[in-house]
């Protein structure tokens, strides 16, 4: 069996918008299509937020709360096909997280997704733990994506380098902080799942360890007005915590954090759709892994499998 975890999908109304000029990748025939061409069994379909964004925070709930329907509807509609991943705003208050704890308990959606920055907040900011809080006691999987747009864009509006070199870097800086920040050692049962390799983080791991083995010399410097809850083991013990999928295309860095995680913590994802062309790339990806059969049996199913809850 073949999952893929990282695909996104809109709703039609979202779609039919006169902006895409009807070229929108993020339909449900596109996925379904793509899923059939490919040999693929399932789906994960997820939004990160990157189109109500921009909404204010009120007016956003009811779009999240639509998609979330959406994806019920089509994880009903196609069982075993398709399988849900909720949207929220971990920053918004206690209206988004009744929104996610009706989509998982009521309508069976398997996890929840967020950006790995929204809005100049980052998941490791204090209104974002009671969502960690809701995650962990509901038990399911935190899905991080990055935003439509990252720090420095001013100089990423070249050859797509927003897309290729911005996102990564918000989500590499993102796992840094949720780090270095406590909020793994305060949550230690947490299932999250970082996109896109973690965005590069796996490369930079030594350099923060490093940098933690400074902090018996007062070289360590933090903000001293947050409260911190100091991390116990360096840096590289908690990402042994996290999932990353393999959305990258290039087989040397996917082996670094297949690593870096353990294979039981690599999950197979083409993003694709919106680059729905992606999803033969993506598997000939875990073939150029060089896995033995069983280990490539747990990065095409069997860890979203136990991510989902399937098995």
């Known amino acids: 069996m073949i999952i893929d975890w990282h695909t996104h999908l809109y709703p039609p109304e979202e779609t039919e918008k006169p902006y895409w000029n009807g070229r929108c990748q993020m339909t449900l025939g596109n996925v379904l299509r793509a899923q ?29 709360e639509r998609q979330n329907r959406y994806y019920a509807e089509m994880q009903e509609r196609h069982p075993g096909r398709i399988f849900g991943i909720a949207g929220c705003n971990p920053y918004a208050g206690e209206d988004y997280l009744r ?8 309508d069976g959606l398997k996890g929840v997704c967020i950006n790995s920055s929204f809005k100049g907040h980052y998941p490791d900011d204090k209104e974002a ?3 960690f809080e809701l995650a962990t006691r509901l038990d399911i999987p935190v899905m ?38 406590g909020v793994f050692e305060r949550f230690p049962n947490l299932k999250f799942l970082a996109t896109h390799l973690g965005g590069g983080i796996s490369e930079v791991l030594g350099r923060l360890d490093y940098n933690y083995e400074l902090q018996a010399g007062d070289f360590y410097a933090r903000d001293k007005d ?27 860095a996917a082996r670094c954090a297949m690593e870096t995680v353990g294979v039981e913590h690599f999950v197979f994802g083409t993003d694709a759709p919106p680059l729905t062309p992606l999803k033969q790339r993506g598997l000939a990806l875990i073939d150029e892994l060089g896995l033995s059969p069983a280990d490539k049996e747990k990065v095409l199913s069997g860890n979203a499998k136990r991510l989902l809850k399937l098995s």
Not at 99 to 106: G, I, K, N, P, S
């Open 36 to 64: 059939d061409e490919a040999g693929i069994d399932a789906t994960v379909v997820s939004n990160p937020g990157n189109y109500w964004a921009k909404l204010p925070a009120e007016d956003a709930l009811a779009v999240v």
């Open 129 to 131: 733990m009671p969502f």
């Open 99 to 106: 929104e996610l704890e009706r989509a998982v308990t009521q």
């Open 144 to 181: 991080m994506h990055p935003p439509f747009s990252a720090y420095g864009e001013e100089r990423m509006r070249d050859f797509r380098l927003t897309s290729s070199v911005g996102r990564p870097f918000d989500s590499c800086l993102a796992l840094a902080r949720l780090i270095l920040y």
């Open 226 to 252: 947050r409260e911190v809850l100091p991390i116990s083991h360096p840096p590289s013990h908690y990402m042994r915590r996290v999932y990353l999928d393999s959305v990258s295309y290039y087989a040397p």
